[in-house]
């Protein structure tokens, strides 16, 4: 098996240097691997310092016009130039031992038809890192290998360090081994990535695209693992800063493509809890109520008019019963029985945390229990979304029996910018209104 290795880059000839020495390096015949540079416009040196590593190097230079951060499209040049079975996409700038193709080709003789995730240490630490001080001095040296050889890469690790070791490296133990998709070292067959329709270019701007292409190997079945020998190190160096704006439309772009409720919980929650928050959700859903009755005495509907969401149902009987055309429901095991019982009501797998709807897209939404399954830093998310595509919300509570709205908001943790009326109470079932404080 041989290695064709692929660097985006953009303006960071001195960084892409260090990582062009660190492979020259290598301790394996040259012919064993390729590298492709794939620039995305870069003003600098970039073209002369990849020239320079032609007599040490079987090394490729691509270029394509700079119309904004195009690192899918740059990447895909790379895929598009590979010779050889297996890709490694690595970053400008990160540094990687003097056997790190060898440990590429052996993960992938091990285990055919996976995804082989790097450790990058220091890959989101720090500037002012202790361990920076001590390793610059190395990383600008004519052997920037030799930080990887350093003990202070114990004390700087990669942020996904915790994750890895929970699942012992066997990342599809987890519900989410495609968050982990960072394409700062990472490798994969070459004609896997053609068989799953390489990075998807429609990304322009920072963040995602890596996470998007991730998600789509492993619902086609690869197998993710991650390499405690197949390791790097990222130094702090200039960073592209991306807008808020850039970072949250990539994230919806991969949610709007694929619409999973697994993505909804990755748009807000940390990388490293995701599969214990998952798990926990669920295993709460299960316990909450199906039907709710009386709920329609509470809340007055008026079936002729209203175009009404119930979100985190569990029954078509509900649906029903509230003249519901919209469902987000997260029970599996009832979807389709319910879907038979209410072909006319449209019922989506959906947390409601994202949803691409209009806003005041339905003239109510009515939350179940739901709600109190969410880890409490979710909620506001979760509230805000709904809030924002119903004119009116409504919250159902079965379980506290209290006129004291204050000590129902205390007790349930409601975040202070929501404003709780309560609605009515019928045989136990509390239903408050939720609305913004301040508008």
Same mark, same amino acid.
């Given at each position: ?31 064993? !691997? ?26 490729? !230079?691509? !270029? ?129 990535? $053609? ?12 963040? $995602? ?34 807008? $808020? ?34 798990? $926990?959700?669920?295993?709460? !859903? ?154």
């Amino acid at each position: 098996m041989r290695v064709s290795v692929i660097i985006p880059t953009y303006d960071r000839a001195d960084l892409l240097k260090q990582t062009l020495l660190c492979l020259e390096h290598q301790e394996i015949d040259l012919k064993k !691997y390729q590298v492709i540079i794939c620039d995305d416009g870069s003003k600098d040196n970039t073209k002369d310092v990849t020239c320079s590593f032609e007599n040490n190097l079987d090394i490729r !230079y691509c !270029y394509q016009p700079d119309k904004g951060f195009r690192a899918a499209t740059a990447r895909n040049m790379g895929i598009r130039l590979a010779h050889y079975e297996i890709c490694v996409f690595l970053d400008a700038g990160v540094l990687v031992g003097s056997n790190l193709i060898q440990n590429i080709i052996d993960f992938h003789k091990q285990y055919k038809r996976g995804v082989c995730l790097g450790i990058v240490h220091g890959c989101e630490q720090p500037k002012n890192h202790p361990a920076v001080r001590l390793l610059q001095p190395i990383a600008n040296s004519e052997n920037p290998e030799l930080c990887l050889k350093s003990p202070m890469l114990m004390g700087y690790p990669d942020p996904r360090q915790s994750t890895y070791l929970k699942a012992k490296y066997d990342l599809n133990k987890l519900r989410f081994p495609w968050a982990l998709f960072w394409t700062g070292l990472v490798s994969v067959e070459t004609d896997i990535l $053609h068989n799953v329709g390489l990075f998807d270019e429609s990304f322009v701007g920072w963040g $995602h695209e890596d996470i998007e292409l991730g998600y789509r190997l492993w619902k086609s079945g690869i197998n993710f693992r991650a390499d405690p020998n197949v390791r790097a190190l990222h130094l702090p160096h200039k960073q592209f800063s991306p807008t $808020h704006v850039e970072e949250k439309n990539n994230r919806l772009r991969v949610y709007q493509k694929h619409q999973d409720y697994s993505i909804e919980l990755w748009s807000s929650s940390a990388i490293d809890s995701l599969t214990d928050v998952m798990v $926990h959700i669920e295993n709460e !859903y299960s316990k909450i109520p199906y039907d709710y009755e009386g709920v329609e005495k509470v809340i007055s509907i008026n079936s002729d008019l209203e175009n009404i969401i119930v979100v985190g149902c569990r029954s078509s009987k509900l649906a029903i019963r509230l003249n519901a055309s919209e469902v987000f429901t997260i029970d599996h095991q009832s979807l389709n029985t319910m879907q038979q019982e209410s072909p006319e009501i449209k019922f989506t797998v959906r947390f409601g945390l994202q949803t691409l709807k209009r806003d005041s897209q339905f003239n109510k939404a009515i939350i179940t229990d739901i709600w109190k399954v969410f880890p409490e830093d979710l909620l506001p998310t979760f509230f805000d979304e709904i809030i924002r595509i119903s004119s009116e919300t409504f919250i159902l509570d079965s379980s506290i029996s209290s006129e004291d709205v204050n000590t129902f908001s205390e007790t349930q943790k409601i975040p202070e910018l929501y404003q709780i009326s309560n609605v009515g109470t019928h045989e136990g079932l509390n239903v408050f209104k939720i609305s913004y404080k301040y508008n």
